[in-house]
């Protein structure tokens, strides 16, 4: 499990997006598990900001789970009662079991969030790449959605996420990237995520008091 | 009225017929492919591209006098009125892409400049003596007129298709519609599938030019789908929704229009269009005004009522004329605000729900269970009757609410 963290407009998302191709990118190539982007999306779910949709659209939970299936499907398949099934196990594992017919404006924020990470696991990817899982989530869904994910880390799973809540770096991630428009530092959470290399990324936007609370977890390692 | 109830059966003469038939397939096409634009929030794209196929039909006309041929032959100006309008919409598409203006500014420069192109290409053509210029600016406002079977084959043709193309595409243009970025991640072509919803809607869009006319037109592409939308919480119904309320105020439009001498067509089939969305908006299930309202004032009247009842249970004077009425009409408090029996009863029970959600929070700190606390709803609604009982284990002896 990965974060990718850095201060606001440091290019978290846009990281992200070019890499997905959502956005053109100015050079580079991307490659996963050793192939091209291209040869490689099938492999990889991606979970949008929650708040980068209408949640008004006519549809509902099962529905936007399903999407996540439209690939495999194909163009003219049908969705079979298999793909159902597989549909209502995905939000089982969010917790959402009950709400699948919901139409997905009568969720809460952090419902919402759950149904995108539903969503991603219907694909049934090996790279999760989520952009601020925990952004606007009450304390319930940040645990349920851990969860999640650890247990997706256990399954062999790769999970990289953009992730702007220092305080939790350590506890949910083993690798971080740091960012602030240009590569700062990456590599493991115990030998990267030090204080020198957090002031090297957010420069004095970091606040004084959140120095030291980091800092007091250094000294307590 | 008569005359109504013929043209309703197609009893009223073989153009009236062939006009309410062409007018309700063109209006379910519009319907059904006007879906997606309103859902991608596209809906004023739709409007320019209509505006755009006008220059078309002068250049068409023209051209074909050119060539000596018949310049009103609807397939070529058909064909000429989409050259243009694909114009417009790349030109749209490109302007808010690479530049640094919005999609609206776009939008109106594509718009007005076509529009202003179109009617002086129109006006020059008048001044022409050759090739029966006259009925040309029919494709304004639209006209019935000598509609021939031709037109009504094209309708049919072109909007079987259309319709078709937006079922086969259903789930990438709901995807595009929703979450476009997710679309792009699952290597969806955004760009593409974008261009193929507006073109199915410049496609309905000149079909329908010489029957409705380019200004209307938009109506009978959005309107259906902002109606369906009251009907419906998913999008692929939304579209045979959409479809049947465009091909019913399509007929319903055309009838009305042939049964009262001189009345224009186009604007009719919108009129009755916007009814059908008045009636909606006002009298749908759930999404309607009047729905809305009736829940609202069931959502007052319990909070009231339970505000009420804890105010009884914790002995507090009422003061709220609305909650004393409530609760007098029930006869849980006589008009002077005392409790009776039956309301000391209540009150105990209320509170006493409360306490159990309290514990129930505790137990299911989690669940989706307890996230269904509004106050409002009863707990024996959330919960099974045992795990109510574990509550109440944990509670204690139950309290009494003396009243005097």
Not at chain 1, 150 to 172: C, E, I, P, Q, S
Not at chain 2, 24 to 33: I, K, Q, Y
Not at chain 2, 331 to 349: C, E, I, M, Y
Request: glycine content about 10%; aromatic content about 8%.
């Amino acid at each position: 499990m990965s974060a990718i963290v850095g201060p606001n407009g440091a290019g978290k998302s846009t990281l992200l997006k070019a890499a997905l191709g959502i956005i053109p990118r100015l050079s580079g190539e991307v490659h996963v598990f050793g192939e091209t982007i291209r040869n490689a999306r099938a492999r990889i779910a991606y979970v949008p900001q929650s708040a980068s949709v209408d949640w008004d659209f006519p549809t509902t939970v099962l529905d936007v789970v399903q999407m996540g299936l439209y690939r495999k499907v194909g163009l003219l398949g049908r969705l079979s009662g298999q793909a159902r099934v597989q549909a209502h196990e995905c939000l089982e594992r969010v917790g959402l079991e009950d709400f699948a017919n919901r139409q997905i404006g009568q969720l809460s924020g952090g419902q919402q969030q759950r149904v995108f990470l539903a969503r991603a696991l219907a694909q049934d990817a090996d790279l999760f790449l989520l952009d601020e899982p925990f952004a606007g989530v009450d304390a319930a869904t940040e645990r349920a959605i851990i969860g999640v994910l650890k247990l997706l880390k256990d399954d062999g799973k790769t999970v990289v996420a953009v992730h702007h809540n220092l305080a939790t770096v350590r506890d949910y991630f083993d690798h971080v990237f740091l960012i602030n428009v240009r590569r700062i530092a990456e590599g493991p959470v115990e030998t990267t995520f030090t204080t020198d290399n957090l002031h090297a990324a957010y420069g004095g936007r970091l606040a004084a008091t959140h120095l030291t609370e980091l800092a007091v977890i250094d000294g307590a390692r | 009225m008569n005359l109504f109830v013929d043209a309703l059966f197609l009893q009223a003469g073989y153009n009236a017929a062939l006009v309410a038939i062409g007018a309700g397939l063109l209006g379910f096409a519009a319907g059904a492919s006007g879906t997606f634009p309103f859902l991608r929030k596209r809906a004023l794209i739709a409007d320019a591209v209509a505006h755009a196929t006008l220059p078309g039909v002068g250049l068409a006309f023209v051209v074909m006098v050119g060539f000596g041929g018949d310049g009103r032959n609807l397939v070529g100006l058909i064909a000429g009125s989409a050259v243009t309008a694909w114009i417009g919409l790349l030109l749209i598409e490109w302007i808010s892409r690479r530049t640094r203006l919005a999609e609206d500014a776009a939008i109106g420069a594509v718009l007005g400049v076509f529009f202003g192109v179109g009617i002086v290409l129109l006006t020059v053509i008048q001044t022409m003596s050759a090739g029966r210029q006259a009925g040309l600016e029919s494709f304004l406002l639209g006209s019935t007129a000598g509609m021939l079977f031709q037109d009504a084959t094209v309708i049919a043709i072109g909007g079987s298709l259309a319709v078709l193309l937006t079922w086969l595409m259903r789930r990438p243009m709901t995807l595009v519609a929703f979450d476009s970025d997710y679309a792009a991640a699952l290597g969806y072509d955004v760009r593409r599938i974008d261009l193929l919803m507006m073109g199915l809607v410049m496609a309905v869009a000149v079909i329908g030019l010489k029957l409705v006319g380019l200004i209307l037109i938009v109506a009978m592409l959005i309107i259906p789908a902002v109606a369906a939308r009251f009907w419906t919480d998913r999008s692929t119904s939304m579209i045979w929704i959409a479809g049947g309320i465009g091909g019913a105020s399509g007929y319903l439009g055309a009838v009305l229009s042939a049964s009262a001498p001189a009345m224009p067509t186009g604007p009719i089939i919108v009129l009755v269009a916007a009814a059908i969305f008045m009636f909606s908006l006002l009298l749908a299930p759930d999404r309607g005004v009047l729905a809305a309202l009736f829940r609202h004032r069931g959502f007052q009247t319990r909070v009231h009522r339970r505000q009420g009842l804890l105010a009884l249970a914790a002995r507090h004077p009422i003061r709220e004329a609305y909650t004393l009425r409530l609760l007098a009409r029930e006869g849980l408090v006589r008009p002077d605000g005392v409790p009776t029996d039956a309301g000391r009863a209540q009150a105990a029970k209320v509170t006493r729900d409360e306490r159990r959600w309290d514990v129930a929070r505790e137990i299911y700190q989690d669940a989706g269970l307890t996230g269904r606390y509004d106050g409002l709803t009863p707990i024996e609604d959330v919960f099974t009757a045992d795990e109510i009982a574990e509550f109440d284990r944990q509670l204690g002896p139950p309290v009494t609410v003396r009243g005097d």
